[in-house]
């Protein structure tokens, strides 16, 4: 069985997780474990009625199965939240058996800790590759603290002041608030009132209570308050441009009493070091304030800014920030408080700490309502890169943003891969050869990534992987998170040499164990090509016209397609020789296909037909124009 085969029937393409479970005693206590633990991280989907290794062992009694499921989920003794809808739920056959789908949204701050029973402590689980662990105390806490109204770093200091900030900062900041708006208000404020309009100091209004933030010390205190009152704060920038192993860095800059360790310094002194060598001009004025930016400028701070804002002061690792020749890494503690799809896709952002958010904003280097995040996709296309990458960990809790200055298309890749496909790489379309490219530059390439890339569906892009397995393009993995695709060892790749398909052939049935195939075809690995015996050949002016077909020639080929109609789910090379056997030596058009095969017309059409037409397996009837509703497809090893 292909999970991924039947997940792409039911439009949810591949998922952060997917996790197999056996329905033998119904069903299993461990699900529980998986749904609060995939709430938690990053969402995923669970296969009730699969054995670890794949095998469909199949759900007895479904009724029952989804009336215990419901009834569970919605008791709040035993889940705290149900954060599934009907739709959320599916069962489908697999031969005799029955498997029930459970996708597993990802739940949002203010819905975690997802736990079971009542105690959030004891009953919190998060997933760390394939696996399910009980949370801590300390990232049950986290989870706490990130849901509260009260933002992270808007929490009164006891016994911290005035005393604690460094008062050249505040002025520097102050020469920076006046240089963006010349004319704002709080310019005239003294020290301390200039403070409180930041929230770098507060007064509580329920218990009258008043002093330093942990904003406020964070952007302008002095050294040893920091440490004292934020015992994991750490900054980190490192420099590594030298190709010799034995130069580790060649700049950094951390806390080590050399200058004032505050986030303002840090971002000052930071920016100027990170933008130092772009090729394109980068000044700031008298004022330390931006000049003659450019987008890609523009970027680099938005990045920077934003893994200062967005960090867990109270998480492991501390702000780390590494420029390479060929890239910028930005990497900060906690988890993203929203999915990264709604970031890139939806800008959505939900800040953990508003005031320096606020203060940030305030001197131009920060902007609200997740519009940082597409600035800095706006800069690395501006330049036509390869598209900012952000990825999350677990154990420590972990954020990534990787900022790759290589090409969409590197030509180095281009050529690499031309080589290892030959003149067939010309058939690939452009979005099978984005997925190949990041495949190469990347090493690996996965549903996420991709659709960073392009507009496409989950669902699609599935596909799109699949049938780059299916061609012998790419190896799937499904080690750790997410299916990853990488491409495979050169030994391995098909070539596609000389001027003939060699086959081995029996009377009835034609098969390939090694495909060689000319230029101008795909490479197929295995049965790639299956000519049944009871494939019908017409030839020439007889071939009949689309939809003119008599009760025989629709019986005869109906059962070339019976395999297809008989069973829900076949493996997509299977379903590409159906399809070629189908359209041999007549037209076919993707409704005659869809009622012969028993599938949706327009589903044959995006995962199949557009990607055999481009392969050069199949041609169209009409091909000036591609998407007429009539069109018709023929298999081209067949033309007379």
């Known amino acids: 069985m292909d999970p991924f085969e039947l997940l792409t029937r039911l439009e949810w393409g591949e998922r952060e997780d997917l996790e197999y479970k056996s329905a033998r005693g119904g069903l299993p206590k461990s699900l529980w474990e998986t749904y609060s633990a995939m709430a938690n991280t990053h969402g995923g989907i669970i296969l009730l009625g699969v054995e670890d290794d794949g095998t469909v062992s199949g759900v007895i009694d479904i009724q029952n199965i989804q009336k215990s499921f419901w009834d569970t989920i919605n008791n709040r003794g035993k889940v705290n939240v149900n954060l599934l809808n009907r739709d959320d739920l599916a069962t489908f056959d697999v031969g005799p058996h029955v498997v029930m789908?459970?996708?597993?949204?990802?739940?949002?701050?203010?819905?975690?800790?997802?736990?079971?029973?009542?105690?959030?402590?004891?009953?919190?689980?998060?997933?760390?590759?394939?696996?399910?662990?009980?949370?801590?105390?300390?990232?049950?806490?986290?989870?706490?603290?990130?849901?509260?109204?009260?933002?992270?770093?808007?929490?009164?200091?006891?016994?911290?002041?005035?005393?604690?900030?460094?008062?050249?900062?505040?002025?520097?900041?102050?020469?920076?608030?006046?240089?963006?708006?010349?004319?704002?208000?709080?310019?005239?404020?003294?020290?301390?009132?200039?403070?409180?309009?930041?929230?770098?100091?507060?007064?509580?209004?329920?218990?009258?209570?008043?002093?330093?933030?942990?904003?406020?010390?964070?952007?302008?205190?002095?050294?040893?308050?920091?440490?004292?009152?934020?015992?994991?704060?750490?900054?980190?920038?490192?420099?590594?441009?030298?190709?010799?192993?034995?130069?580790?860095?060649?700049?950094?800059?951390?806390?080590?009493?050399?200058?004032?360790?505050?986030?303002?310094?840090?971002?000052?002194?930071?920016?100027?070091?990170?933008?130092?060598?772009?090729?394109?001009?980068?000044?700031?004025?008298?004022?330390?304030?931006?000049?003659?930016?450019?987008?890609?400028?523009?970027?680099?701070?938005?990045a920077l800014v934003n893994a200062l804002i967005h960090a867990d002061y109270q998480g492991q690792g501390g702000i780390v920030v590494e420029k390479y020749p060929d890239r910028f890494e930005f990497s900060n503690p906690g988890t993203s408080l929203v999915s990264f799809e709604q970031m890139l896709h939806g800008s959505v952002s939900e800040c953990r700490n508003k005031s320096l958010q606020t203060m940030f904003m305030l001197m131009g280097a920060a902007e609200k309502a997740g519009s940082g995040i597409d600035k800095i996709l706006r800069g690395w296309s501006s330049q036509h890169w390869r598209s900012p990458m952000p990825r999350e960990q677990t154990q420590p809790d972990r954020v990534t943003w990787r900022l790759p200055m290589i090409s969409l298309i590197p030509k180095a890749s281009l050529e690499r891969l031309q080589r290892r496909f030959g003149p067939a790489f010309a058939k690939f379309t452009e979005p099978e050869i984005q997925a190949l490219v990041t495949a190469d530059v990347e090493e690996i390439v996965d549903n996420a990534r991709m659709r960073q890339f392009t507009t496409l569906h989950a669902a699609d892009v599935t596909r799109l992987l699949q049938g780059l397995v299916s061609k012998g393009a790419l190896l799937q993995e499904r080690g750790g998170r997410w299916s990853q695709y990488r491409l495979p060892p050169e030994h391995d790749s098909v070539h596609m040499t000389g001027d003939s398909v060699h086959m081995t052939c029996d009377s009835v049935h034609m098969t390939c164990d090694s495909v060689h195939m000319t230029g101008d075809s795909v490479h197929m690995t295995g049965d790639s090509v299956h000519m049944t015996g009871d494939s019908v050949h017409m030839t020439g002016d007889s071939v009949h016209m689309t939809g003119e077909w008599s009760a025989q020639e629709w019986q005869s080929l109906e059962r070339i397609a019976s395999q297809a109609r008989q069973s829900k789910s076949i493996p997509p090379q299977q379903m590409e020789r159906l399809i070629l056997?189908?359209?041999?030596?007549?037209?076919?058009?993707?409704?005659?296909?869809?009622?012969?095969?028993?599938?949706?017309?327009?589903?044959?059409r995006s995962r199949f037909l557009t990607a055999m037409v481009d392969h050069g397996l199949l041609r169209l009837r009409h091909p000036d124009k591609p998407n007429r509703i009539d069109q018709a497809y023929r298999s081209v090893d067949d033309d007379p």
């Open 101 to 302: 789908a459970i996708r597993v949204p990802r739940a949002n701050r203010w819905q975690k800790p997802v736990f079971l029973g009542q105690n959030p402590l004891t009953g919190t689980y998060r997933r760390h590759f394939e696996g399910d662990y009980r949370c801590s105390e300390q990232e049950v806490g986290r989870m706490l603290a990130d849901r509260a109204e009260e933002a992270a770093d808007s929490r009164i200091l006891d016994r911290f002041t005035l005393d604690d900030i460094d008062l050249h900062t505040l002025r520097q900041y102050r020469q920076r608030l006046s240089a963006h708006l010349p004319d704002h208000p709080w310019l005239n404020e003294g020290e301390q009132a200039l403070l409180m309009k930041l929230g770098g100091w507060r007064k509580d209004r329920a218990s009258q209570r008043e002093g330093l933030t942990v904003a406020g010390l964070l952007m302008f205190g002095r050294d040893e308050p920091i440490r004292e009152a934020v015992p994991a704060y750490h900054v980190d920038f490192r420099e590594k441009l030298s190709s010799d192993p034995n130069i580790r860095w060649t700049d950094r800059l951390t806390v080590d009493g050399t200058w004032t360790g505050n986030l303002f310094q840090f971002y000052s002194i930071t920016l100027q070091r990170l933008c130092a060598d772009l090729k394109t001009p980068f000044q700031l004025d008298s004022g330390l304030f931006r000049t003659g930016e450019t987008e890609v400028h523009v970027a680099i701070r938005e």
């Open 581 to 604: 056997d189908l359209c041999r030596g007549r037209w076919l058009t993707r409704k005659d296909l869809g009622k012969l095969l028993h599938r949706n017309a327009d589903g044959l």
